[in-house]
């Protein structure tokens, strides 16, 4: 079991930039797929970006691609979501989440543990 605790939030003018940050407990962080989400106010949960164990790959949603960066450290059992030229639209709460599944996934009910999320909102 992991627990994920989300940091890095903030409020940002668009086309601005925010690193989140996501720290993990437990021993067998390098064993998990991570993710990041995010939930606009009246919105479903929308996938980010996710990175394999020991960070080989990675894959983006179309809108974020050249913009956005996930990374990780597994000495630190970190997960991050450098995100840059921050659009209006990218206003949400970002979440981050684990799971055991080796694919690349992108629908929420496919990962196992998740954060309380990190609230961001980008001012035009």
């Known amino acids: 079991q992991v627990q994920l605790v989300e940091s890095g939030g903030g409020m940002v003018q668009a086309g601005g930039s925010l690193r989140l940050s996501c720290a993990a407990s437990g021993r067998t962080f390098s064993s998990y797929r991570m993710a990041w989400f995010r939930q606009a106010p009246g919105k479903e949960r929308e996938f980010v970006a996710t990175i394999s164990r020991g960070g080989l790959s990675t894959y983006y949603q179309d809108s974020v691609k050249g913009r956005f960066t996930i990374a990780r450290d597994d000495a630190k059992n970190t997960v991050y979501l450098q995100m840059n030229s921050l659009k209006t639209e990218g206003t949400a709460v970002y979440y981050c989440?684990?799971?055991?599944?080796?694919?690349?996934?992108?629908?929420?009910?496919?990962?196992?543990?998740w954060g309380q999320g990190t609230q961001v909102t980008v001012s035009p």
């Open positions: 989440t684990a799971t055991n599944n080796v694919m690349v996934v992108t629908t929420a009910r496919r990962y196992d543990y």
